[in-house]
């Protein structure tokens, strides 16, 4: 079956660091890849996607680009503020016999900047 | 309101109690789901429905049952839960089945004691 794997949490940067989470998948098909970020007390929010290999996805400064011979999606950004503290999940997504799309997610990374 | 709610936010139950977590989608979309959040644990699909109809039961344990009266609304009613139950219950929805973008609600806190 689909599984996510990402790197474990949490991550504490200063403001302006640099920022990776890892993320490699494991999919039969050909997923279609996402970051989901989920701040404090809130729901899931699609942070970003690509659809196939080489595509890069990009929002607020983030950025991941699909990576089909190394099967992964690693989240960047050059600069992280504050306000960037949230928990991120990297999650594929693949058609199944069921007729929806199923979306696997990983297990969330912790991200936590300070001043 | 806009998006995805949830209601309520907090719950505490005991493992004799009945009650339900209700989801409201303002999107006009047609498919809703529930996911199941546990520490340290990927987000866990339950179920799906598209249309109202229930197109997915991922093993769930017959103490949760849903309920999905129109394409805004899905209830999930719980009776007889476990402390292992104890988790962040999330509702999304998308636009129809087959596509991918979902868009969350913030979820409801259950504790079971």
């Known amino acids: 079956g689909n599984s996510v794997t990402q790197m474990e949490g949490p991550v504490t940067l200063s403001e302006e660091a640099f920022l990776t989470i890892n993320c490699t998948y494991t999919?039969?098909?050909?997923?279609?890849l996402f970051w989901y970020v989920q701040y404090p007390g809130e729901g899931l929010q699609l942070l970003l996607k690509?659809?196939?290999?080489?595509d890069k996805g990009s929002n607020k400064g983030f950025e991941a680009t699909y990576r089909k011979e190394t099967t992964s999606f690693h989240l960047e950004k050059g600069s992280v503020q504050v306000s960037d503290s949230a928990v991120y999940f990297c999650a594929l997504s693949d058609s199944n016999s069921g007729g929806y799309q199923k979306v696997t997610f990983g297990t969330g990374t912790k991200l936590q900047v300070i001043p | 309101e806009t998006g995805v709610t949830q209601t309520p936010r907090h719950l505490v139950m005991g493992m004799t109690n009945k009650k339900s977590l209700k989801c409201e989608q303002h999107?006009?979309?047609?498919?809703m789901y529930w996911y199941k959040q546990s520490a340290k644990k990927p987000l866990e699909l339950m179920f799906v429905?598209?249309?109202?109809?229930?197109?997915e039961n991922n093993s769930v344990p017959s103490r949760f049952s849903p309920e999905c009266p129109n394409s805004s609304h899905l209830f999930l009613h719980l009776h007889t839960l476990q402390p292992e139950d104890s988790a962040l219950y999330l509702c999304?929805?998308?636009?129809?089945?087959?596509?991918?973008?979902?868009?969350f609600g913030p979820g409801t806190r259950l504790t079971v004691l």
């Open positions: 429905y598209s249309l109202e109809e229930r197109v």
């Open positions: 999107l006009g979309h047609n498919a």
């Open positions: 999919a039969t098909g050909y997923p279609s």
């Open positions: 999304a929805s998308s636009q129809d089945p087959q596509t991918y973008t979902q868009y």
């Open positions: 690509a659809t196939k290999a080489d």
